[in-house]
């Protein structure tokens, strides 16, 4: 360990953002900004999480009914669309607000 450097403060999220800032680059998580694919089905289901931030269990769920998955290369389209989100807790690190514009 580095003596002086607050790396518990340091978060994925932020180192990742700071590199891309200092590169010039944008760093965005994928699939915001652009519309989703159609969803497979015309089905509607809604979402009740506590919290929907990066790696949480709503990301893995409710983020491939919004955006789809993809498993060894192939891509497939979300099963069905969400057609209402209740998120009970939202954090600074909160990413279920931004996807539930679109």
Avoid at 38 to 57: E, F, G, L, N
Avoid at 69 to 75: A, E, I, L
Wanted: charge should be positive; hydrophobic fraction near 40%; proline fraction near 9%.
């Amino acid at each position: 360990m580095i003596v002086g450097l607050p790396f518990h403060h340091c978060t994925r999220r932020r180192f990742l953002a700071g590199a891309a800032a200092g590169t010039g680059l944008l760093w965005a998580r994928a699939g915001l900004g652009r519309e989703p694919p159609p969803a497979a089905s015309d089905k509607k289901v809604a979402a009740i999480v506590t919290t929907y931030h990066r790696y949480s269990h709503a990301d893995d769920i409710v983020t491939r009914f919004m955006e789809g998955y993809s498993v060894v290369g192939k891509s497939y389209p979300p099963p069905c669309r969400v057609a209402s989100l209740f998120i009970d807790q939202t954090p600074d690190t909160d990413i279920g607000r931004p996807l539930a514009k679109y």
